[in-house]
């Protein structure tokens, strides 16, 4: 069965500071996807970035980067220089290949205070 | 604009009836999920279809029932037999179910007990 872990239940930062939020996995496949979303006060959860398990490469997208380890299984996801508008819940999810079903871990409560 | 249309976006619902909440998309999207999310917790997966005319039971399926006559529509209803049905429920598409294709979520439905 595959699991998603977030340990992080709520994170409070202040404005311009970076903050991480982990995300740890589990699953058999050899072949997955995972996944960061954005879910604001407004209920929509919002696709952030992606990462295949067979590419270890990490990026950087303006604001946003990634660290993927799969010897560790994690997945962990980095906002540089917080804004008020970074509030909000961020979920890691994980994608297996067969049945396209994605697991969902419990979200991380992310607050940026001015 | 291509998106997700949940409708309605607050939803009553008394004890021994059923309900049905919309969901409609123009991204001619193949596949479509329905999620349950509950306060502090990660989305859980009750159905998912993969193509007009076929869908499968999520993890928590019990007490819901789907259908999927057009590739646009995939209805949600919620039984009388589910009895904790108060919840935040989101709709989801994507091109298909398997590949590194991240999901479009609609708004949601809040649902609640009369």
């Known amino acids: 069965a595959q699991k998603v872990t977030q340990a992080q239940t709520e994170i409070s930062v202040v404005e311009k500071e970076d903050v991480t939020l982990d995300c740890v996995y589990e699953t058999r496949d050899t072949t997955y996807y995972l996944f960061w979303y954005k879910q604001p006060p407004s209920g929509e959860l919002v696709f952030l970035i992606r990462?295949?398990?067979?590419?270890?490469q990490n990026e950087i997208s303006g604001r946003y980067s990634w660290n993927f380890q799969k010897s560790t299984s994690s997945f962990n996801f980095t906002i540089t220089a917080s804004q008020v508008v970074d509030s909000a819940v961020y979920f890691c999810?994980?994608?297996?290949?067969?049945?396209?079903?994605?697991?969902f871990g419990d979200g991380t409560t992310l607050t940026v205070k001015p | 604009d291509g998106g997700i249309t949940q409708s309605p976006k607050y939803l009553f619902r008394k004890e021994g009836q059923n309900v049905t909440l919309s969901c409609e998309q123009n991204?001619?999207?193949?596949?479509m999920y329905w999620y349950r999310q509950d306060p502090g917790q990660g989305l859980r997966l009750i159905y998912y279809s993969q193509i007009v005319n076929d869908f499968q039971k999520g993890d928590i399926a019990e007490g819901y029932s789907v259908s999927r006559e057009k590739k646009e529509s995939f209805p949600l209803t919620v039984t009388s037999a589910q009895k904790n049905p108060t919840a935040f429920y989101l709709c989801?598409?994507?091109?298909?179910?398997?590949?590194?294709?991240?999901?479009?979520f609609g708004d949601g439905t809040r649902l609640s007990i009369l």
């Open positions: 990462r295949n398990s067979f590419d270890e």
């Open positions: 991204l001619n999207h193949d596949a």
């Open positions: 999810a994980l994608k297996d290949t067969n049945a396209g079903k994605s697991t």
């Open positions: 989801a598409s994507s091109i298909q179910t398997g590949g590194n294709q991240p999901q479009h």
